[in-house]
């Protein structure tokens, strides 16, 4: 999950304002998921020539090049169309669903968990828009680490062809996304597909300063976000995903918070934290740090992790609102250190994973990990695998940017 690396940025500037107004250049960014402080360090740092940041920010700049050349996607660019007939209606199937071989139609499909049907990536929405949000992201770091405003216009280009222009935009729900053949329309399960929003709202924010991004372009984008939230906050399909146990749930939760607080609504944003030592720690976590919802999937390695991003997300929004979730354990040891201890060791590449991994993960994952908890306390459990195996991630990784050497 490459879009998850970037995540651990800054505190939000303020909850006063909505994340997509633009602040001046000289504040720190609202932004909601990246260390708003970080961000303004590690460029600060690059201005004084620090040549640790170097290499991940020409890696950086080469995206955002790159991505200058892309064609503004939409919902129309699709060749299905949702059951409702209507093209701007976000649209996808669920990735791990296949025809049934003893049926003459496949019909309906039966689930092989973790096995991806490649049939599901084509035609389909969930490609376009999740690389939609991550090149804002991406652009939008580029313009506030260099200050070049062909990245802001390009950020604003694409951001306002998917979700603003009438004549292209999305509309604000996930009512159709990961439909199976022969069984529903769409699901709640879809709704962990518009994870790529919390990239969005970040990516704007970073365009603080930029005649590109206008303050009518941030109020619309702000109307949409806030008819998505109050879509994902009362239809079934939010409250399906909400209740679920496992990493879904948790994801559902994180976004639900960001979107919270990118609309200045912190006491919503409180109230959800303040169910996940409850409803997330305690019930997904066990007091050696397991956590079996996810150790039971085909690829459990990954899973655990993506599970952990979320609730690591959920901790930094806490900070933000007065919820402590890292000094949160139950008597038995149900943690979020724990269950990061759980995985540390597996930083090592040569260490095997006990479970089942029908596809290795990408280790990597677990360094921005370890650097969060860090910033929560020492841990030798936390710095040893960062002393012994954070060489190993490329330098051009991005969190790299802001992120603090490893100690």
Not at 267 to 277: F, N, R, S, W
Not at 360 to 381: F, I, K, Y
Request: net charge neutral; with cysteine; proline share 6%.
């Amino acid at each position: 999950m490459k879009w998850f690396v970037c995540r651990f940025g800054g505190v939000v500037a303020s909850l006063v304002l909505s994340s997509f107004t633009a602040a001046s250049a000289a504040e720190a960014p609202r932004t909601i998921t990246l260390r708003a402080d970080a961000l303004v360090a590690a460029r600060a740092e690059l201005a004084g020539g620090d040549a640790r940041r170097a290499a991940p920010l020409a890696r950086l700049r080469a995206e955002a090049d790159q991505l200058l050349q892309r064609k503004p996607a939409s919902v129309l660019d699709k060749t299905l169309t949702a059951a409702s007939g209507d093209k701007h209606d976000y649209f996808s199937f669920a990735p791990y669903w296949w025809p049934d071989p003893k049926k003459p139609d496949g019909l309906p499909y039966i689930r092989d968990d973790g096995k991806v049907n490649p049939a599901a990536r084509k035609g389909t929405d969930r490609t376009a828009f999740g690389d939609t949000c991550t090149a804002v992201e991406t652009l939008g770091l580029a313009y506030f680490f260099t200050g070049d405003e062909r990245y802001a216009q390009k950020a604003a280009v694409l951001a306002r062809t998917w979700f603003l222009d009438p004549a292209t935009s999305m509309n604000p729900n996930l009512e159709h996304a990961q439909a199976i053949p022969g069984i529903n329309h769409g699901r709640g399960i879809g709704i962990i597909e518009s994870r790529g929003l919390l990239n969005l709202i970040d990516g704007l924010a970073l365009l603080a300063g930029s005649p590109a991004w206008t303050a009518q372009d941030a109020t619309a984008m702000s109307a949409w976000l806030a008819a998505y939230y109050g879509w994902l906050t009362t239809s079934k399909n939010g409250r399906d995903e909400a209740a679920a146990e496992n990493n879904h749930g948790s994801w559902c939760d994180a976004q639900t918070v960001a979107f919270a607080l990118a609309l200045s609504r912190p006491d919503e944003a409180k109230k959800i934290l303040a169910t996940v030592p409850v409803k997330r720690i305690a019930r997904q976590i066990e007091p050696d740090g397991r956590q079996p919802l996810e150790l039971e999937r085909t690829k459990s390695l990954n899973y655990s992790l993506f599970n952990l991003e979320a609730l690591l997300l959920l901790a930094r929004f806490g900070e933000n609102v007065g919820v402590d979730l890292w000094g949160f354990s139950t008597a038995d040891g149900r943690s979020l250190r724990a269950a990061l201890r759980y995985v540390a060791p597996f930083a090592d590449p040569a260490k095997q994973w006990p479970k089942q991994d029908i596809e290795a993960a990408d280790r990597v994952r677990l360094l921005p990990l370890l650097v969060e908890a860090l910033r929560h306390g020492d841990d030798p459990q936390f710095r040893q695998p960062l002393l012994n195996f954070g060489l190993r991630a490329a330098f051009a990784e991005r969190w790299r940017l802001w992120s603090p050497p490893a100690p």
